[in-house]
């Protein structure tokens, strides 16, 4: 359920399932699929979804994945209006002399790996210093955030469900 995108929402837009007032799933870009598994039971989930939420304290934000749409990504800010105003690629023209070198190394690897390669080193990075010093681990999620966005995803999975039936 775009655990990565709803973490960004709890850490910089104020979401949190007690700041929910309203979430609204856009119907013409969300699908679900029921597939079963190898244990024989169907599981139902999102192939793409797109949805906006509002908060009690007046922001307002939107997330669409597609879970079959590459692995290429980015992030658009748009205005009260609907202009958009700022737009960010994944991988962006750096990144992506990186994933070719990474794809050539590893054939065998899934491609996702290799566009998030930069991040994940950051992250290692990072998290290493602060067990190796007590330096904060800047710029990562705290066990909080995780909680907390486990805790909206939870929230949305069947609202959002229920809202695509």
């Not at 979401?15 to 029921?34: H, L, P, R, Y």
């Not at 590459?70 to 002399?97: C, H, I, L, Q």
């Not at 994933?99 to 994940?120: E, I, N, R």
Request: proline fraction near 4%; hydrophobic fraction near 35%; glycine fraction near 6%.
């Amino acid at each position: 359920m775009a655990i990565h995108e709803l973490a960004l929402l709890v850490s910089f837009y104020d979401v949190s399932v007690e700041n929910i007032e309203s979430v609204t799933a856009d119907k013409d870009f969300s699908s679900m699929q029921t597939l079963v598994g190898p244990s024989g039971k169907e599981f139902t989930d999102f192939d793409k979804i797109k949805f906006t939420i509002k908060t009690k304290t007046g922001k307002e934000v939107s997330v669409a994945a597609d879970r079959c749409g590459g692995t290429d990504s980015y992030a658009t800010v748009s205005d009260t209006s609907g202009k958009e105003v700022f737009r960010y690629y994944m991988p962006d023209d750096e990144d992506k002399a990186t994933v070719q070198k990474l794809q050539a190394q590893y054939p065998t690897a899934m491609p996702y790996f290799f566009t998030q390669d930069p991040d994940y080193v950051t992250v290692k990075e990072r998290v290493a210093k602060f067990t190796a010093t007590g330096e904060e681990a800047e710029g990562v999620a705290t066990i909080g955030i995780a909680v907390e966005t486990l805790r909206v995803a939870e929230y949305l999975t069947p609202t959002l469900m229920d809202q695509l039936k």
